[in-house]
């Protein structure tokens, strides 16, 4: 059964850094095939994409987070990370990663195209 779980996640104060990271298993088709995305949802919001990576390490980024954010991926380690930047108090909120398309050229960072989805880690900026 495929499954991702999400980590990293904490209380950082404006203008600090995280790394969280999305590890991966139970997968059929092997890990590097897979797009990979990320999204966060604030209270009282819809989820949103923020970052992806496709199979062969394209990227896209959401432009409220683009110059600040930077997600990288580690096949042999199945393992996708996401450095987070010059963090905003509006950058709080939960941060999910989730399995895309595979063998795909490229990623769009929308919530249709990707399942299934981890539980989430929580990531608040506050001073």
């Known amino acids: 059964q495929l499954q991702v779980v999400e980590s990293g996640g904490g209380l950082v104060e404006p203008g600090g850094s995280l790394r969280l990271s999305c590890t991966a298993s139970g997968f059929s088709v092997p890990f590097k095939d897979h797009n990979i995305g990320w999204f966060r949802q604030a209270p009282g919001k819809d989820r949103e994409g923020i970052a992806c990576v496709s199979s062969t390490s394209s990227t896209t980024y959401a432009d409220s987070v683009k110059g600040r954010f930077t997600i990288s991926r580690d096949d042999p380690k199945n393992t996708v990370y996401l450095e987070l930047a010059s963090l905003k108090p509006e950058d709080t909120a939960i941060y999910f990663c989730?399995?895309?398309?595979?063998?795909?050229?490229?990623?769009?960072?929308?919530?249709?195209?990707?399942?299934?989805w981890g539980q989430g880690t929580q990531v608040t900026v506050s001073s």
């Open positions: 989730a399995m895309g398309a595979i063998w795909a050229s490229g990623c769009r960072i929308e919530k249709v195209d990707y399942n299934p």
